[in-house]
């Protein structure tokens, strides 16, 4: 048997995360159980990276309500825990009479769940904010906005740490009985005991809600697929621009990243298998044709990758989308607080899903604040943005920020070097991809991904066989392709 925690969270991506996080305020003993090798492989690091303005959601659902507090308070959240954050406005566009009453429709919604600042615009002041955009009007939300989803979850992730949460990568939860004073919690690797539960398992959220005996949740996946452009096209693009929605979905649209790619997508099939993240050519040629209507600057001489992720939708027996279901069920199974279909917007919902969930734990028992906590967490530096005489002062003080590793996003041997040894402990080479963007530019790893491995190997006394790609199983390399002499 493992130690005894307050609190277990099933589930370590954004959502379990920022429940981690906002736990660890607490005096309270606080583990994670994370079943991949780190916190942002799943529907965490598969989306659009946006963050909602609010609008899309029926007024008086907690979609709705939880979204424009996570949009109010997504600034203060990147100062606090060091993340890329870009409030840059986001537009609906549309060409039709019929465009124009579901936009203001959409305008009126959003006024009613709290968003501000919404307007309906014309053409000319469409093409000021967007030049390269196809459109008559559109609805202008200027509070929207984009992040990097990894660096996101990671902050949380750390920032958790640092106040006392412990993580544990490759536990997935296989049972949970329970026993007189909380659970038993049996994973892959051991058992854990555990007063309270929190099911934060993203896709996994079905499964567990059954351990626990709260049967019946329906989980259907949502799978969307996207294509990375490569950055030359970023500069056309300020902003993330969406056709007029339906009533159940954005539709396919063109997004700015962070770091100044674009992403084109995601359509949405409804799929059973959660595991399988390919994307078909016909689909990449479904979503290039079907963007250019929108944004005419789509071509294959700028695809530099494709990925999908997957959302996890409860649905009724009808197979209409439900509202996000934050419970405690006290009857069925008490002291556990139970999430189920949090999908869009659980990344811009993230935190205030967690102090939702902990106001829950509050009306059950009394906790206790601690003096100590603190909500600050500094990433690693990002060089290739310093100003010249930063650079030139860091590279003075630590010669390794001098070695460039990734030529394509210009990420140094110092910046690999602080990755590989993350306070998580995470040790794949997607994990230093996601930290430092090493492997994610042009030629996607081609110059410098073998220099990381070696470096892995190197700092974690590794050998060649056991440096993993991302999941178990995934080796980089299965032995010498010859001895040295």
């Not at 079943?35 to 029926?58: I, M, P």
């Not at 027996?317 to 002291?335: H, M, S, T, W, Y």
């Not at 734990?361 to 010249?388: C, H, W, Y």
Request: hydrophobic share 35%.
């Amino acid at each position: 048997m493992k130690e005894r925690y307050d609190v277990l969270i099933i589930g370590g991506g954004m959502v379990g995360s920022a429940v981690a996080r906002e736990l660890s305020r607490y005096d309270l003993r606080i583990g994670v159980l994370e079943k991949n090798l780190d916190v942002c492989y799943e529907t965490s690091g598969r989306n659009s990276a946006v963050v909602h303005g609010g609008f899309a959601y029926d007024p008086g659902t907690l979609k709705a309500k939880l979204c424009v507090e996570g949009n109010q308070m997504m600034g203060q959240l990147a100062e606090e825990l060091d993340f890329p954050f870009l409030r840059c406005g986001k537009v609906l566009v549309g060409n039709t009479d019929e465009d124009m009453e579901t936009l203001k429709r959409t305008l009126k919604q959003g006024e009613t769940n709290g968003s501000v600042g919404l307007e309906i615009i014309d053409e000319d002041r469409l093409h000021e904010l967007v030049p390269a955009v196809v459109g008559k009007f559109a609805m202008f939300s200027p509070n929207s906005g984009i992040l990097d989803p990894f660096q996101y979850t990671i902050a949380l992730a750390e920032n958790a740490h640092e106040n006392g949460a412990d993580y544990f990568f490759d536990h997935e939860a296989t049972g949970i009985s329970r026993e007189q004073d909380g659970y038993v919690i049996s994973t892959v690797q051991g058992d854990y005991h555990t007063r309270w539960v929190v099911n934060a398992a993203g896709l996994g959220c079905g499964k567990i809600s059954d351990m626990l005996g709260i049967k019946g949740y329906k989980i259907i996946g949502s799978k969307g697929d996207y294509i990375i452009l490569d950055k030359r096209t970023g500069p056309l693009l300020p902003m993330p621009v969406y056709p007029v929605p339906s009533n159940t979905y954005m539709g396919i649209h063109v997004t700015n990243t962070i770091d100044g790619n674009v992403t084109i997508g995601p359509n949405a099939d409804m799929v059973t298998d959660f595991d399988y993240y390919g994307v078909p050519q016909k689909n990449m040629d479904y979503l290039a044709k079907s963007a250019s209507d929108l944004w005419p600057h789509i071509h294959k001489a700028d695809y530099i990758r494709n990925y999908s992720g997957i959302l996890p939708k409860w649905v009724d027996d009808n197979g209409v989308i439900q509202d996000f279901k934050i419970e405690i069920r006290d009857e069925l199974a008490p002291q556990a607080v139970n999430l189920v279909g949090i999908e869009s917007p659980g990344l811009t919902a993230a935190v205030p899903i967690a102090r939702y969930a902990i106001n829950l734990m509050k009306q059950r028992e009394e906790l206790k604040e601690k003096a100590d906590f603190n909500p600050r967490r500094k990433g690693i530096v990002r060089f290739e943005s310093l100003s010249t005489e930063e650079k030139a002062r860091m590279i003075k003080e630590n010669p390794d920020y001098g070695e460039v590793i990734c030529r394509c996003e210009k990420v140094t041997r110092a910046e690999i070097l602080a990755a590989i040894h993350n306070p998580l402990g995470v040790s794949t080479m997607v994990g230093i991809k996601y930290r430092t963007r090493s492997m994610m530019g042009r030629c996607q790893g081609g110059y410098c991904q073998m220099r990381v491995e070696q470096m892995i190997e190197e700092e974690l006394g590794r050998k060649e066989t056991e440096v993993l790609y991302a999941r178990q199983n995934s080796q980089v390399l299965f032995g010498k392709v010859r001895e040295e002499d």
